[in-house]
């Protein structure tokens, strides 16, 4: 049986189609054919390289909800959308903390 992955409050949910799908053997998820995991998902490592933040902060966002996440076989996965609007984000504020400075 073939299933598709949906996010649900920082899980997955299987939702059964017929529509043909990429079997990824390793965490028994199927995927839309040329995806690969790594389209949709980031360890912790990547995000904390990325958003340039320490391993508390991250723990915080996934405690207070600021990004959802999963745990496949016991290692923490953030979805890769979730993590880039983040990052827009932060840097829009750092722009507008740098215009106020020069205008003050």
């Known amino acids: 049986m073939k299933f598709v992955i949906k996010k649900t409050m920082g899980s997955f949910e299987k939702i059964e189609d017929n529509k043909p799908r ?5 965490y028994g998820i199927s995927l ?3 995806f690969k995991l790594s389209d949709i998902f980031m360890d912790g490592q990547q995000v904390m390289q990325e958003m340039n933040i320490t391993s508390r902060t991250l723990q915080s966002w996934r405690s207070t909800g600021k ?3 999963t745990n496949p076989l016991g290692k923490i996965y953030y979805f890769r959308h979730e ?4 990052l827009i984000k932060k840097k829009q504020n750092k722009s507008k903390m740098q215009v106020a400075k020069s205008k003050g």
């Not at 990429?22 to 390793?26: I, N, S, T």
């Open 22 to 26: 990429v079997r990824v053997d390793a």
């Open 32 to 34: 839309p054919p040329g």
């Open 67 to 69: 990004t959802s996440y």
């Open 83 to 86: 993590i880039a609007a983040l």
